[in-house]
């Protein structure tokens, strides 16, 4: 894989304040650049674009959302280009935004600009797109007091980056690694033999780690409870036993809805005094907010 130019001091510094591996970045933004390569060069662009040509690119909102990934995609621009490339950030992360809103402006050699084009659009509508998503499930169950939570259901090597994009669009983080916390779910159940067994087991070998323990039944949650769960989480129960859930557990334990959760029923669950929705399709399957890119040459 080819190194390329290193990414400019200060988005790195952006990249870290965003609680992002810069070096990490730069490693996902030169493989997108390889594999867009494949060892060869853009043949369309070399062929049609003169080598000292140079002009602006910019990146368009073609509908509204919440941005997310701007700095991502500086990167993808600095790597390719250098020093030769200025970058204008117009709209920080996390900004809602309206179609025709230009979003980033990159200025620079045309050919450059055209081979980070695709790898840095790529990585900001789908990161926008989970942004977006989030923020629509944050407005849902505004005024509840209850969160809108990721899961562990990311793409593979974007953990990090989805689960910054919904922290953008407003929703909050589950584990980020299996290490982080413990959560104890069905597969767990059937081979340490019960829930409260289970619980028990990842008390005594982990006793300063937060145990999730996930339930199926009222009648698990009054297990669980008693052993001192410090969050439960309510799989595919209905709102009616959410609510019979959040007044049993009386505060003893967070609560997290969880299982077949979709928007339409976001206000409806979130009244019922949980704590948290953990919702695994704004990672999984939220679609792209639509980008676009817009050449205009120097005079």
């Known amino acids: 894989m080819s190194s390329g130019p290193r990414v400019d001091a200060a988005i ?11 070096d990490a970045i730069e490693r996902l933004v030169a493989l997108a650049l390889d594999e867009d390569l494949d060892g060869g060069v853009d043949v369309t662009t070399v062929a049609t674009v003169p080598i000292e040509q140079r002009a602006t690119l910019d990146l368009v909102a073609r509908a509204p959302g919440v941005v997310a990934g701007i700095p991502v995609a500086a990167a993808v621009f600095s790597h390719v280009g250098g020093q030769s490339v200025r970058i204008n950030q117009a709209r920080p992360d996390g900004s809602a935004v309206d179609a025709g809103d230009v979003l980033l402006s990159a ?63 407003g929703g909050v983080n589950h584990r980020m690694s299996l290490s982080d916390a413990a959560l104890v779910k069905d597969n ?10 289970a619980f028990d087991a990842v008390r005594q070998r982990f006793p300063g780690i937060d145990v999730e323990v996930e339930v199926d039944s009222l009648d698990q949650l009054d297990d669980v409870l008693a052993a001192g769960a410090d969050l439960v989480l309510l799989d595919n129960f209905t709102v009616d036993d959410m609510r019979v859930a959040v007044h049993r557990t009386a505060g003893r334990a967070r609560l997290e809805a969880s299982g077949g959760l979709t928007l339409d029923v976001a206000a409806e669950v979130a009244g019922t005094g949980v704590d948290y929705l953990a919702v695994g399709a704004l990672t999984h399957s939220a679609p792209v907010l639509d980008i676009g890119a817009d050449l205009r040459q120097e005079d």
Not at 12 to 22: F, I, N, S, W
Not at 188 to 197: D, E, I, K, L, Q
């Open 12 to 22: 790195r510094a952006q990249l870290v304040e965003a609680g992002l591996d810069p």
């Open 107 to 169: 200025i620079g050699p045309t050919h450059a600009l055209l081979q980070a084009e695709r790898p840095a659009l790529n990585l900001l509508c789908h990161l926008s797109g989970i942004a977006t998503a989030t923020a629509r499930w944050v407005d849902a169950v505004s005024g509840t007091g209850a969160r809108v939570r990721d899961t562990r259901k990311t793409t593979p090597g974007m953990r990090r980056l989805e689960k910054y994009a919904v922290r953008c669009g």
């Open 188 to 197: 767990h159940v059937v081979a340490a033999g019960g829930v409260a067994a």
